[in-house]
């Protein structure tokens, strides 16, 4: 090799410029494929023993709610003025037994007592006045029947003497003069007589009628004032029924008004629960549903006999009787949590019922993994609910594990890790 010449080196293929560019692509790449398979879901780590897990299950589902009742006598009788006055005197407590008719309380109304004294007065001045009435109709009666009497004899005199002058005056025995005197006092006796009896007849009629009319007049009068005594009778304010004299509204001497509420007696051969319900099972409730409740060890079977469709405050009023026995010793106003059934029962997928169903409003559930260190979400589709459980319509197997707690902390996690 001459001294012109001069030795070339052979580059390696792999520099580290080449090397360098490798490696950043090669990670570059990675990244990406991490972002893109990689599970981009938000996770929360969850403590375990901060949480309600429950295990869903195949049973018998209870269409029943509950619901809490108050006791109520069977029926309550209230007393209200018929006539008002002033409270003069009460005679019985509050609580007190009473039997019908028994005197509760006594009211004045010194107008009305004042009043069936005018009408009184006005009743004898007409029942006088009809008594006069009559006695002079009797004496018209009598009068005229008196006349008719004597008209009529007269009638028959001269009736014969007619006749009789007629004849002789034929035979010109008599005058014309005389004939004619004859016969003028027979047809004058005649009509005056015929006048009589129509008259007789038109008197008795007027008479009769006059006799109603006043009759009549009398008998409203009377009517009148037995009202009027009747409502003089209402002052004196008895018990209707037998029971229990639950309320006296007013305090002697206080001045009542017609229609106002005077006392409150409970018919106590019964009772009853009056029962408040979620509007929610409105549409659901109706009568002669089912109920029972526990008292003293023992269950009491119910039946709904009167729905209140009014909704107030979100709750709707029934009330339920006792369909055989009655608890002994109950009281008015004592309450108890009654098992009111809605329908059929029927086997079910169910879960117990837990605070997430106000978060989700039962449309999906975290379930948890085989290894149950994950739980996930999952959508499900709640039907009908009891008091302790929901029934699963779709989207849960028996046997699955589901947390019934509240996720009011997990925002908007997809999945919870579980952390002992």
């Given at each position: ?44 780590n969850v403590s375990s023993d901060k949480i309600e897990i429950d295990t869903v299950k195949n049973g018998l ?360």
């Open positions: 090799m001459s001294g012109m010449d001069r030795q070339i080196e052979r580059k390696h293929p792999f520099t580290k410029k080449v090397i360098t560019y490798s490696v950043i692509g090669i990670v570059v790449v990675s990244v990406i494929l991490v972002f893109a398979f990689s599970d981009k879901s938000l996770k929360l589902f209870l269409d029943y709610i509950s619901v809490i009742g108050a006791v109520e006598p069977i029926r309550t009788i209230y007393i209200d003025a018929t006539e008002g006055g002033q409270v003069n005197s009460i005679l019985l407590d509050e609580g007190t037994m009473v039997k019908k008719g028994d005197l509760i309380m006594k009211l004045t109304n010194t107008n009305l007592l004042l009043d069936i004294l005018n009408r009184e007065a006005n009743l004898a001045e007409q029942e006088n006045l009809l008594r006069t009435n009559r006695l002079q109709m009797e004496q018209n009666k009598l009068s005229i029947k008196s006349q008719i009497i004597e008209v009529k004899y007269q009638l028959k005199k001269y009736e014969r003497n007619f006749h009789s002058n007629e004849l002789l005056f034929k035979d010109q025995h008599i005058s014309r003069e005389e004939f004619e005197v004859s016969k003028e006092n027979y047809e004058f006796t005649r009509d005056r007589f015929e006048l009589l009896l129509k008259t007789q007849q038109q008197d008795s009629l007027f008479r009769s009628l006059a006799i109603n009319q006043l009759e009549s007049s009398v008998g409203r009068m009377q009517d009148n004032i037995k009202l009027i005594r009747q409502k003089l009778n209402s002052l004196d304010v008895c018990a209707p029924y037998d029971g229990q004299l639950a309320l006296i509204m007013p305090e002697i001497g206080e001045s009542m008004s017609v229609g106002q509420r005077l006392a409150q007696i409970n018919i106590l051969d019964a009772y009853k629960m009056r029962v408040e319900v979620d509007e929610h099972y409105i549409t659901r409730v109706t009568k002669g549903l089912k109920g029972e409740f526990e008292f003293a060890d023992k269950v009491y079977a119910l039946k709904l006999t009167k729905l209140f469709p009014e909704v107030k405050d979100g709750r709707f009023i029934v009330e339920m009787e006792f369909e055989k026995e009655v608890p002994p010793q109950i009281k008015i106003g004592q309450t108890a949590r009654i098992r009111l059934e809605l329908g059929e029962s029927k086997q079910a997928v169910l879960i117990p019922r837990g605070a997430f169903y106000q978060n989700t409003g039962g449309q999906w559930i975290f379930v948890l993994d085989k290894n149950h260190n994950i739980a996930y979400r999952k959508n499900i589709k709640i039907g009908r609910q009891n008091p302790m459980f929901y029934e699963v319509l779709d989207g849960l197997e028996p046997g699955e594990m589901v947390i019934v707690s509240g996720y009011d902390t997990y925002g908007d996690a997809a999945k919870l890790i579980l952390k002992n």
